[in-house]
């Protein structure tokens, strides 16, 4: 397809790209705009390693085409964690031993903070649903449910919202 | 650091340390700062594609490349015809870097392209024309063992890639002396490891350094030797520089082989840094999946539930090229025989050539798909006999001070402990109605003495740096197993510091220790050892050096130095002191941790291993009665690991292990359609996710065993092995039939309970 112009917010800052639309925003968060917190596991929907927040709803990346995202916000997990700061769920991700090799993480940490800005307080179910779609193959879910969970306990008291 | 140290940072690593230490590599993941293999770019980097076989089975008759040369952007161009073809392999020698008279299966690697990005390498790889000649194929390992079955490779008659007969003990008197024998047929699927991170390799090649591979191993050293094999490269020539692994599971051990040799060569002949990145697919229809097998297996048994004999005749699907799956054929073969005192074995095994997607390794070797169908006889003899499961296991359990069937020296050993605390948690006095329950008991060796029997140990090295931090040189492995952080809680024990002053090394092999690398569940008690003895030579350089500082003996108590006198000392200074006076060497202990001999024999009897991990799993189950489908309630994980280094991390690896264990029992294995792998995407070969799994409930037996470091031993690759057996023994409970084809879907399972006689 021939090159546009496409804008959108990407963690808060406005970016502006000379791209072919049908181009994966995957590729272009990674390839173009050097964001490689975000993984690719399988380019086609399948595994979640991918996951980005599209106007706060946790998509796969390789499965938008980025001139989908025309004056959207897109966050990745670069924003979670800027200068210095780390976020709860991250903290408790760790606290909790829901990091084996990683790869999967980003994807999930996202997925969690998209459940949370839409559900503070989710049921153990609730959280198996919402990361249903980001597969992991190293350390059979239960640490990262349990990261969850405490990552909005820890948010209900520090009674900060998600952001 | 002008800046001021972020808060949350320092807190958040003293806290972790209370409740399970972790590796800081975890901080760099959780925040999407780390840097894994498929991340990494480098100035000048050409991208590689691999051209594929689209046939089973024919012959090469030309390869065109001129237009593919031609295109704007390409670099190099490789077949096999311009390649010296000698055979290169792991376990055998069969492979080529590329194909140059024939292709094997539909995968197989015929050209490679290095072009400036990946749509001209795509692009190029589809204007290289090859004519073939289709050759008849063969798909089902069994049909490949008969006469008239078509050949593979010429120099491995009948298909064989290999194989092995050996009885031990009177297998006729145990046979004359049963009340009761049992057999069965069971079959298990090639399982794909499925890390989630596809593997992917920048070579590079320096006239001055020459070639180094960026590529994330299990067993880095393995691959170094192999590819400087095949290149004629000396060893110092090769590095390998191990970005982080996005999961291994025996998958990358030796990795994907023809990625690291392909890159390699491409870089040669481009002269630029090239990239070869494997996609999912390929993944599936060209890695290294797990052999699948067919299990026929005799069991002889008194009607007291005695275990008098085994016979069992095995065949393992090789796939086309052969990689690890002879070790993985011999230890699915037999490792499960050493569970009880079984006094006579009898067992045939023979890996086959087919036309099918060569084979490699997975997490634990073939033991758990040995453990569903040896697991099941045992409650099938049980229920015949009217025993209970729990106790004929019981009766027959290998305990401390065995000798097994064949030559397993059972050092500490809480087996039967594993087996009673299963039972205890899982509630198998007291069912509930219309719920199956399973149990199953497991072995598997912490490395290995016979594998190498002039390499059966690990060493390191550990160094005080000049800031008084320490510094652990390794060549063991870390991809998110916690190995890292159980060896810097080791060293740490021994130096009597903080496990947060400990930094591990280990990605570069041109400056690590040789190590065999992560598998057969060595790490912890072999590389661990080392570390223990690194650690503990260092330890007495420090009180040495500080002593001649102070001019008096020191000791080192909760983390403080100090003199008898009460002079308290900084590591640094005494590292400062060393450095001075060796004019820069920084203080070093050295760990060489070598076990004795074993006394394993010309027929692979004797003992194999440092010691022994133990497992019983035992599984609540439900059948929906209208559909088949099997509800697993709950899992119940007992080890026997020795000591636990860390519990945060061992919990971890139970529920992994546990997942793919569930995942291999219910639903997971390939699938193939006239030899092309039919459910080649993630989308259809279903791992498990959230939503799939069971409550997991880890247990610990800790027996501490004097083999290991701190009395502590493996679990990564055994927290798998129990589940196939326990899974399928709480299935049968439930439905009343044994099925004994895994994976154990509900299509199966409805047949089975309609007793419909199909194969499936």
Same mark, same amino acid.
């Given at each position: 397809m021939k090159k546009q112009v496409i804008i959108f917010q990407l963690n808060d800052e406005p970016v502006e790209i000379y791209v072919d639309p049908a181009e994966s925003l995957l590729t272009v968060?990674?390839?173009?705009?050097?964001?490689?917190?975000?993984?690719?596991?399988?380019?086609?929907?399948?595994?979640?390693?991918?996951?980005?927040?599209?106007?706060?709803?946790?998509?796969?990346?390789?499965?938008?085409?980025?001139?989908?995202?025309?004056?959207?916000?897109?966050?990745?997990?670069?924003?979670?964690?800027?200068?210095?700061?780390?976020?709860?769920?991250?903290?408790?991700?760790?606290?909790?031993? &829901?990091?084996?090799c990683g790869f999967c993480t980003p994807g999930m940490v996202l997925s969690a903070y998209a459940l949370l800005k839409e559900n503070p307080q989710p049921a153990r179910d609730q959280i198996k649903m919402a990361i249903s779609g980001n597969l992991c193959r190293c350390s059979g879910y239960k640490q990262i449910e349990e990261a969850i969970l405490s990552a909005a306990k820890k948010l209900a008291r520090q009674g900060n919202s998600i952001t | 650091m002008i800046l001021k140290t972020p808060e949350k940072f320092t807190r958040q690593f003293g806290k972790a340390e209370s409740k399970g230490y972790q590796s800081p590599e975890v901080w760099s993941k959780v925040t999407g700062k780390a840097v894994y293999g498929i991340d990494l770019t480098l100035p000048g980097m050409l991208h590689g594609k691999i051209l594929r076989s689209p046939f089973p089975h024919a012959r090469i008759k030309q390869v065109d490349t001129r237009a593919a040369e031609a295109l704007p952007g390409v670099r190099a161009v490789l077949t096999g015809a311009e390649l010296e073809n000698r055979p290169f392999g792991i376990a055998v020698e069969d492979e080529l870097p590329l194909a140059a008279d024939k292709v094997r299966y539909i995968g197989d690697e015929v050209a490679a392209v290095a072009a400036v990005d990946l749509q001209t390498a795509e692009r190029a790889i589809k204007a290289i024309k090859v004519e073939y000649e289709e050759l008849p194929a063969v798909y089902d390992p069994v049909e490949a063992l008969k006469d008239e079955a078509p050949l593979l490779h010429d120099n491995f008659p009948g298909n064989i890639a290999w194989q092995r007969e050996v009885e031990r003990g009177?297998?006729?008197?145990?046979?004359?002396?049963?009340?009761?024998?049992?057999?069965?047929?069971?079959?298990? !699927?090639?399982?794909?490891? &499925?890390?989630?991170?596809?593997?992917?390799?920048?070579?590079?090649?320096?006239?001055?350094?020459?070639?180094?591979?960026?590529?994330?191993?299990?067993?880095?050293? /393995?691959?170094?030797?192999?590819?400087?094999?095949?290149?004629?490269y000396p060893l110092s020539k090769v590095n390998i520089n191990g970005p982080v692994m996005g999961g291994g599971f025996g998958g990358r051990v030796y990795g994907n082989l023809k990625v690291y040799i392909l890159s @390699?060569?491409? @870089?040669?002949?481009?002269?630029?840094?090239?990239?070869?990145?494997?996609?999912?697919?390929?993944?599936?229809?060209?890695?290294?999946?797990?052999?699948? &097998?067919?299990?026929?297996?005799?069991? /002889?048994?008194?009607?007291?539930?005695?275990?008098?004999?085994?016979?069992?005749?095995?065949?393992?699907?090789?796939?086309?090229?052969?990689?690890?799956?002879?070790?993985?054929? *011999?230890?699915?073969?037999?490792?499960?025989?050493?569970?009880?005192?079984? !006094?006579?074995?009898?067992?045939?095994?023979?890996?086959?050539?087919?036309?099918?997607?060569?084979?490699?390794?997975?997490? @634990?070797?073939?033991?758990?798909?040995?453990?569903?169908?040896?697991?099941?006889?045992?409650?099938?003899? &049980?229920? *015949?006999?009217?025993?209970?499961?729990?106790?004929?296991?019981?009766?027959?359990?290998?305990?401390?001070?065995?000798?097994?069937?064949?030559g397993l020296q059972i050092g500490k050993c809480g087996l039967a402990e594993c087996l009673q605390a299963a039972a205890k948690e899982i509630g198998w006095d007291r069912k509930k109605a219309g719920r199956g329950y399973g149990l199953s008991a497991a072995?598997?060796?912490?490395?290995?003495?016979?594998?190498?029997?002039?390499?059966?140990?690990?060493?390191?090295?550990?160094?005080?740096?000049?800031?008084?931090?320490?510094?652990?040189?390794?060549?063991?492995?870390?991809?998110?197993?916690?190995?890292?952080?159980?060896?810097?809680?080791?060293?740490?024990?021994?130096?009597?510091?903080?496990?947060?002053?400990?930094?591990?090394?280990? *990605?570069?092999?041109?400056?690590?220790?040789?190590?065999?690398?992560?598998?057969?569940?060595?790490?912890?008690?072999?590389?661990?050892?080392?570390?223990?003895?690194?650690?503990?030579?260092?330890?007495?350089?420090?009180?040495?050096?500080?002593?001649?500082l102070v001019g008096e003996p020191v000791a080192m108590e909760n983390e403080v130095l100090r003199s008898i006198s009460g002079q308290e000392l900084e590591l640094a200074e005494v590292a400062y002191h060393y450095h001075s006076a060796t004019s820069g060497l920084r203080?070093?202990?050295?760990?060489?941790?070598?076990?004795?001999?074993?006394?394993?024999?010309?027929?692979?009897?004797?003992?194999?291993?440092?010691?022994?991990?133990?497992?019983?799993?035992?599984?609540?189950?439900?059948?929906?009665q209208a559909t088949g489908e099997l509800i697993i309630h709950r899992l119940v994980a007992v080890h026997d690991s020795g000591r636990i280094v860390n519990h945060l991390t061992a919990r971890g690896q139970v529920y992994g292990g546990a997942a793919q264990g569930f995942g291999m029992s219910c639903f997971e294995g390939?699938?193939?359609?006239?030899?092309?792998?039919?459910?080649?995407?993630?989308?259809?070969?279903?791992? !498990?996710?959230?939503?799939?799994? !069971?409550?997991?409930?880890?247990?610990?037996i800790e027996i501490e065993d004097p083999a290991g470091p701190y009395g502590s031993k493996g679990l990564g690759e055994i927290v798998m092995v129990p589940v196939l057996g326990a899974v399928a023994n709480a299935a049968a409970d439930a439905a009343g039939v044994h099925v004994t084809d895994l994976p154990l879907t509900a299509e199966k399972i409805y047949q089975a309970l309609a007793g419909w006689e199909c194969e499936l």
């Open positions: 968060l990674r390839d173009r705009l050097g964001l490689y917190g975000t993984k690719a596991g399988c380019s086609k929907g399948e595994c979640g390693a991918c996951t980005v927040l599209l106007d706060d709803r946790a998509v796969n990346s390789c499965l938008v085409p980025v001139g989908k995202v025309q004056g959207c916000k897109v966050e990745t997990i670069e924003n979670l964690s800027r200068g210095g700061k780390v976020h709860p769920i991250q903290e408790e991700f760790v606290d909790k031993g &829901a990091v084996q | 009177s297998l006729s008197a145990a046979f004359t002396e049963a009340d009761l024998v049992v057999e069965e047929r069971f079959t298990v !699927p090639a399982i794909h490891p &499925a890390y989630l991170e596809p593997i992917a390799c920048i070579a590079v090649n320096d006239p001055y350094t020459g070639i180094t591979l960026h590529t994330a191993l299990q067993s880095p050293d /393995a691959v170094r030797e192999i590819v400087a094999r095949v290149l004629k @390699a060569l491409l @870089a040669i002949k481009s002269g630029s840094p090239v990239k070869i990145q494997l996609t999912r697919e390929e993944e599936f229809t060209a890695g290294r999946p797990m052999i699948a &097998a067919v299990i026929k297996m005799k069991m /002889a048994v008194r009607s007291d539930g005695t275990i008098l004999g085994r016979e069992a005749d095995i065949i393992t699907d090789n796939g086309a090229y052969s990689a690890q799956a002879p070790w993985v054929s *011999k230890t699915l073969s037999e490792r499960n025989d050493s569970v009880y005192r079984i !006094p006579a074995i009898k067992t045939r095994v023979r890996l086959a050539y087919t036309n099918k997607v060569p084979t490699g390794q997975y997490r @634990a070797y073939g033991n758990q798909a040995a453990n569903f169908a040896t697991e099941s006889l045992i409650d099938i003899a &049980a229920k *015949k006999l009217d025993l209970d499961p729990l106790e004929l296991r019981l009766k027959n359990c290998v305990r401390e001070g065995d000798t097994t069937v064949h072995i598997h060796a912490n490395g290995s003495l016979v594998f190498d029997k002039n390499f059966r140990g690990a060493s390191a090295l550990v160094r005080l740096e000049l800031d008084g931090r320490i510094t652990i040189f390794t060549g063991e492995q870390d991809y998110g197993q916690g190995t890292h952080a159980a060896f810097a809680q080791i060293a740490a024990r021994a130096l009597d510091v903080s496990p947060v002053q400990v930094t591990v090394e280990s *990605k570069q092999t041109k400056t690590a220790p040789f190590s065999t690398g992560a598998l057969a569940m060595r790490q912890t008690t072999v590389g661990g050892k080392a570390i223990q003895l690194a650690a503990e030579d260092l330890r007495e350089k420090i009180f040495k050096a500080a002593a001649e203080m070093t202990g050295e760990g060489k941790f070598v076990p004795a001999e074993s006394d394993y024999d010309e027929s692979g009897y004797g003992n194999i291993s440092l010691t022994y991990s133990f497992a019983s799993h035992a599984v609540e189950a439900e059948i929906d390939y699938l193939f359609d006239q030899g092309r792998v039919a459910n080649a995407s993630l989308a259809d070969y279903k791992i !498990p996710t959230a939503l799939d799994l !069971p409550q997991i409930d880890p247990l610990f």
